[in-house]
């Protein structure tokens, strides 16, 4: 089994959230969770210091923590907004190009998931902001329908990631399709939009489901973890991240990129 590492960037900056309301459900949620005692006094407090700081995101920070173990993970950035996702197409292209420039892989984190002219519509700006010729794509809230990756394909993405289901990848026209098998909200939110559960239940969930991608012999195992949550506000999601890519690699598990990937499977097919 080899393992692919992935981070959505969904977020940038606090104050780009000024007119939805993604500020106010945060609030409210971080109250809840701290009512529950499945975060610390310190994390909430840190939390609220993120919002005075403006910063929403850790890039940076987790690209130091991948490349020190090795982990060629791939980021996925998006080009439109909506479903939450309100950062400006030049922090955007900003961002492409310092992960780029540090050795990543970049995507783009998908808005449009039926409609073909805006599906194809982020695909080229993508391709101009970035100066890639080719590139896959993970869409917000994995949202798609039973079109989507035909669209995709014929938009002329290299890569898909928006199924989650206990698969290995498959092939759509030209365009392979990677499921992904492990998100960090999956692991902590178990009962609703809040985390429910500890630390050491989010580790036990995480082998029993790195077990079921052994039992059934995948070839690549994919996981995602967003880049959000890679600091001390959420001490417990960034503890289990650093966690699991151990666990991965002292299991003798190798890391390879989607990229790298997509060409190991085009050799064998």
């Known amino acids: ?126 391709k101009e902001l970035s100066g890639l010729k080719n590139f896959g794509i993970r869409m917000h809230y994995l949202r798609a329908d039973q079109h989507t990756l035909i669209l995709l394909n014929k938009a002329g993405y290299l890569f898909d990631s928006s199924l989650y289901c206990l698969r290995d990848p498959f092939r759509i026209g030209n365009m392979w399709e990677f499921p992904l098998h492990l998100m960090d909200g999956n692991v902590f939110y178990k009962n609703g939009h809040w985390q429910d559960i500890t630390f050491k239940k989010a580790k036990d969930r995480t082998k029993r489901i790195i077990e079921k991608v052994n039992k059934e012999n995948l070839e690549y195992f994919s996981l995602l973890f967003h880049d959000r949550y890679f600091s001390d506000s959420f001490r417990q999601w960034r503890e289990w991240y650093i966690w699991v890519v151990s666990y991965l690699k002292d299991n003798g598990v190798e890391f390879v990129n989607y990229r790298k990937a997509v060409e190991q499977l085009n050799r064998n097919f």
């Not at 104050?15 to 809840?32: A, C, S, Y």
């Not at 975060?39 to 210091?49: D, G, Q, T, Y």
């Not at 173990?69 to 950062?87: D, H, I, K, P």
């Not at 400006?88 to 420039?101: D, G, M, N, R, V």
Request: aromatic share 14%; with cysteine; hydrophobic share 45%.
């Open 1 to 126: 089994m080899k393992a692919i590492i992935s981070h959505d960037v969904d977020h940038i900056t606090v104050w780009e959230h000024n007119r939805d309301l993604i500020i106010p459900k945060f609030v409210v949620r971080n109250i809840i969770e701290l009512f529950y005692g499945t975060i610390s006094c310190e994390e909430f407090a840190l939390r609220f210091k993120d919002i005075l700081r403006n910063k929403w995101q850790n890039i940076e920070e987790l690209m130091a923590f991948d490349k020190s173990l090795g982990v060629e993970s791939t980021f996925f950035v998006g080009v439109a907004n909506g479903m939450g996702l309100r950062y400006s197409i030049e922090l955007a292209e900003f961002w492409t190009h310092t992960i780029l420039a540090n050795g990543f892989d970049v995507g783009v984190h998908g808005i449009a998931y039926k409609d073909p002219e805006l599906i194809k519509s982020e695909f080229d700006t993508f």
